[in-house]
Nanobody, 121 residues
């Protein structure tokens, strides 16, 4: 059994910052890519940022230069530092991990439960 638990969401004013964290735990053998997605009301879930297990990153055009994704492989944790937040960043943010599990052995894609980020004055 594997769990991804997110934290760090909340209400912030435009121009402010938030840092999201997502910790993976359970029967994990190896984590490959990790990422953050978001889903605004009435819209589809979209990729915000992703990071490989050796640190290569990619970002949605809408967040480049404002958001930074990082990870701590020793803690099985991925972070999303969000700066210069805009009202259009308001959404539920989900982390995900592409990982190999122990017993049963296999490769699976896991998702967190989501954390709300609201950018409003």
């Amino acid at each position: 059994q594997v769990q991804l638990v997110e934290s760090g969401g909340g209400l912030v004013q435009p121009g402010g910052s938030l840092r999201l964290s997502c910790a993976a735990s359970g029967s994990i053998l190896r984590i490959n890519d990790m990422g953050w997605h978001r889903q605004a009301p009435g819209k589809e879930r979209v990729l915000v940022a992703a990071i490989t297990n050796n640190g290569r990153t990619n970002y949605a055009d809408s967040v480049k230069g404002r958001f930074t994704i990082s990870r701590d492989n020793g803690k099985n944790t991925v972070y999303l530092q969000m700066n210069s937040l805009k009202p259009e960043d308001t959404a539920v943010y989900y982390c995900n991990a592409d990982l190999w599990t122990i017993g049963p052995h296999g490769r699976y894609d896991y998702w967190g439960q989501g954390t709300q980020v609201t950018v409003s004055s």
